[in-house]
Nanobody
């Protein structure tokens, strides 16, 4: 059974940093893209960043580029989102997701439970 478990969220002051973790288990993720999304109350879910499990290619939403860094540790089956220079508008529930690139069509069909990030001003 595929499981994605996020951790590392919490309360931080504007300008501060947090590192989120996503522990992935249940299968080989060699053909997967691992992504981070976020959703604030009353707003749609928003793409944050993604990384290919095998190729280490990264992708970022424009508003996050330069402040957020996605990475993964294959040995630990863990994906990270390092967040710096946090702003109050970054406050949201952050979700880890997995997309099988070999799927037809490929889609993010595995999701974690989310972790709350709150940035105070």
């Amino acid at each position: 059974q595929v499981q994605l478990v996020e951790s590392g969220g919490g309360l931080v002051q504007a300008g501060g940093s947090l590192r989120l973790s996503c522990a992935a288990s249940g299968r080989s993720f060699s053909s997967y893209v691992m992504g981070w999304f976020r959703q604030a109350p009353g707003k749609e879910r928003e793409f944050v960043a993604a990384i290919t499990w095998s190729g280490d290619n990264t992708y970022y939403a424009d508003s996050m580029k330069g402040r957020f860094t996605i990475s993964r540790d294959i040995a630990k089956n863990t994906v990270y989102l390092q967040m710096s220079s946090l702003k109050p508008e970054d406050t949201a529930v952050y979700y880890c997701a997995a997309k099988d690139q070999s799927g037809r069509p490929p889609r993010y069909n595995y999701w974690g439970q989310g972790t709350q990030v709150t940035v105070s001003s």
